[in-house]
């Protein structure tokens, strides 16, 4: 559910991105199988790749595990989405592995960073633009 | 290190099952790379 709230906003600003010459790309850690499924169900209009892994994950700084998850409400859900994701596709992915989203400029300069605490916490759309845009003003500054 | 420099030369699966460098993703444009927890 979470998952398909965050894809229906990239959804919203997917345009707004490419207006200022930037792309936008997804990165899951299901199997191949698993990812072709969702991208042909969501039917996403952007590049869907995937880390079985998890070593980008790892490498990226995103949180992993329950034990990083104090409040017991949290770790409800945790244990909820758990039992959920072994229970459906074990293939789908990490059930513990939370997201985040990082806004890269052209040849590799950090614009913007967002660590997920838990399900359901992105960054808004409006501060994906200003990282672009500001990068955008840099480079016509120069 | 920084982020980014990490992620350069991790290898990433296309939906066709083509390998990708992560870092050729932002190598022609900015990108804004989202990492889902996971599908569905």
């Keep these: 559910v979470f998952c398909q709230q965050q894809v229906a906003q990239l959804r919203d600003v997917v345009d707004e991105i490419r207006g200022r010459g930037a792309e936008l790309v997804l990165v899951g850690n299901g199997g191949v199988e698993r990812a072709?499924?969702?991208?042909?169900?969501?039917?996403?209009?952007?590049?869907?790749?995937?880390?079985?892994?998890?070593?980008?994950?790892?490498?990226?700084?995103?949180?992993?595990?329950?034990?990083?998850?104090?409040?017991?409400?949290?770790?409800?859900?945790?244990?909820?989405?758990l039992r959920q994701g072994f229970?459906?596709?074990?293939?789908?992915?990490?059930?513990?592995?939370?997201?985040?989203?990082?806004?890269?400029?052209?040849?590799?300069?950090?614009?913007?960073?967002?660590?997920?605490?838990?399900?359901?916490?992105?960054?808004?759309?409006?501060?994906?633009l200003r990282a672009l845009d500001e990068d955008a003003a840099s480079r016509n500054r120069t | 290190?920084?982020?980014?420099?990490?992620?350069?030369?991790?290898?990433?699966?296309g939906t066709d099952g083509q390998k990708v460098r992560l870092g050729s993703l932002w190598q022609e444009q900015p990108s804004v790379l989202v990492f889902v927890r996971h599908f569905g």
């Excluded at chain 1, 998890?54 to 490498?59: Q, V």
């Excluded at chain 1, 074990?90 to 400029?105: H, L, M, S």
Aim: glycine content about 10%; charged content about 25%; hydrophobic content about 35%.
């Design chain 1, 36 to 81: 072709r499924a969702f991208r042909d169900k969501q039917k996403l209009p952007f590049p869907l790749y995937t880390d079985p892994s998890l070593e980008s994950y790892r490498l990226a700084g995103l949180r992993h595990g329950l034990g990083s998850l104090m409040s017991p409400r949290v770790a409800l859900h945790a244990v909820a989405a």
């Design chain 1, 87 to 128: 229970r459906q596709h074990r293939t789908q992915g990490d059930p513990v592995q939370q997201g985040g989203v990082f806004v890269i400029a052209k040849g590799g300069g950090l614009l913007y960073q967002y660590v997920s605490r838990e399900a359901g916490d992105h960054p808004d759309n409006a501060d994906l």
């Design chain 2, 1 to 13: 290190m920084n982020v980014v420099d990490r992620l350069r030369d991790v290898e990433v699966q």
